[in-house]
């Protein structure tokens, strides 16, 4: 199956030049010159992930993002001249998933959609299905997660965090290993971004946060009592 991938930037050479690289890596292509325009492209297709930028006329990319996470979690790479830490921790905290820093390479651009496009499609060998920790039930074949029975909805990066917890139990992950876990060595932002990740997490599975332990001075782990 070829993945839709939405380029929502109002630079046309931008557009065209992530465009021809997406294309030869085998994805169809949709694009929108402006916020307004991107959300109805993505209301009326089935699109896999979002590359989005953020200084737009019409609607910024901080708009968008906040209102496309309404109606869906589909993963977001946000592109900014800003480099500052605080506006990349904006971004996480409205649920991006990937951060990059213009000027950039379409190549570079390009490397990221596929590592992000595998990480949260496709199966791997050691997947978690059809477990349940303590209450919390997760299948990665199927990108779902419950709580007691009840579904709960993670954006992609929320999701991996919880996956990479559960198969990582019992042992204490500093938020550096965490960080290098998920966002990878290149990433340059701030630590805080995986304290962001696990409160929004832990907000998300309720009365069973408490899974998710902070070590003082050492960082977090994922503890269980009972497991089926």
Known sequence: ?????????????????IEIYLENDGYN????????EGIRVLRNNYVHL?????????????????????????????LTAKSEDEDKLLGFEFGTDIY?????????ISANVKALIKRTYYI?????????????????E???AKVDGDEIYLSPKEFDLLVYFIKNKGIVLSREKILDSLWGFDYYGDLRTVDTQIKRLREKLGEKAYLISTIRGKGYKFEVKNES
């Open 1 to 17: 199956m070829k993945e839709t991938i939405l380029i929502i930037d109002d630079e046309e050479r931008m557009r065209r030049l």
């Open 29 to 36: 292509v949709l694009k929108a010159e402006n916020g307004v």
């Open 50 to 78: 979002v590359i989005l930028d953020v200084m737009m006329p019409v609607m910024d990319g901080w708009s968008v993002l906040n209102e496309m996470r309404k109606f869906t979690e589909i993963p977001v790479i946000m």
């Open 100 to 108: 990059l820093t213009k000027p950039i390479s379409p190549k570079i």
């Open 124 to 140: 791997q060998n050691d997947d978690i299905k059809g477990n349940d920790f303590d209450g919390v039930w997760i299948d990665e």
């Open 142 to 144: 199927r990108h779902e």
